[in-house]
Antibody, heavy 123, light 111 residues
Framework: QVQLVQSGAEVKKPGASVTVSCKVSGHTLTKLSIHWVRQAPGKGLEWMGGFAPEDGETVYAQRLQGRVTMTEDTSTEIAYMELSSLRSEDTAMYYC????????????????WGQGTLVTVSS | NFLLTQPHSVSESPGKTVTISCTRSSGSIATNYVQWFQQRPGSSPTTVIFEDDQRPSGVPPRFSGSIDSSSNSASLTISGLKTEDEADYYCQSFDDTDQGVFGGGTKLTVL
């Protein structure tokens, strides 16, 4: 059973940085393509970036370029998303998620999402 | 980049069929796969359709996806509506530089 467990809620001041972690269990981080999605209060989903397996590299949303960094620690099976120079508009629920993954043995296909991490930016 | 436009809301009665559209503003809808996500209040999203018309395991066949090149749009159709289908639905695609784009979301009310 694949699970993604994210770190807890954060409150940050404008200009600060925040790092959200996403612990993967039940599978190997290197076999999953992790994406990060955020959702401002009462708003829709916004794609922040993720791993593009065809290119073998992480792609970031253009509007966040330069402020967001996504990394993975394969020794601990934890993915990280760091967002810097925080502003009030960055207040949102942040999710890590996988692409739909199909098990080659069982044929079971599913995506997996973390529970979300609320980041509040306020002075 | 392109935009994906969805209706803000749709409503239908239990047992009926509803279709949610997702229109791509530029470039062909057929160029990049479309995904559909369901998000119930207070929950994380989940995929109900991937690669235009594929259902993840556990998603009932009442959910189907399609694309229409003539209207440059994708559609999510839910038949035999149940009250548990009431949720927000988002389409998503990627452009040729792997930039992800979400539609604005559609609130489905089953009444």
């Amino acid at each position: 059973q694949v699970q993604l467990v994210q770190s807890g809620a954060e409150v940050k001041k404008p200009g600060a940085s925040v790092t959200v972690s996403c612990k993967v269990s039940g599978h190997t981080l290197t076999k999953l393509s992790i994406h990060w999605v955020r959702q401002a209060p009462g708003k829709g989903l916004e794609w922040m970036g993720g791993f593009a397996p065809e290119d073998g590299e992480t792609v970031y949303a253009q509007r966040l370029q330069g402020r967001v960094t996504m990394t993975e620690d394969t020794s601990t099976e934890i993915a990280y998303m760091e967002l810097s120079s925080l502003r009030s508009e960055d207040t949102a629920m942040y999710y890590c998620a996988t692409d739909v993954y199909c098990d080659t043995v069982t044929g079971y296909c599913s995506d997996y999402w973390g529970q979300g991490t609320l980041v509040t930016v306020s002075s | 980049n392109f935009l994906l436009t969805q209706p803000h809301s749709v409503s239908e009665s239990p047992g009926k069929t509803v279709t949610i559209s997702c229109t791509r503003s530029s470039g062909s809808i057929a160029t990049n796969y479309v995904q559909w996500f369901q998000q119930r209040p207070g929950s994380s999203p989940t995929t109900v359709i991937f690669e235009d018309d594929q259902r993840p395991s556990g998603v009932p066949p009442r959910f189907s996806g399609s694309i229409d090149s003539s209207s440059n749009s994708a559609s999510l159709t839910i038949s035999g509506l149940k009250t548990e289908d009431e949720a927000d639905y988002y389409c998503q695609s990627f452009d040729d530089t792997d930039q992800g784009v979400f539609g604005g979301g559609t609130k489905l009310t089953v009444l």
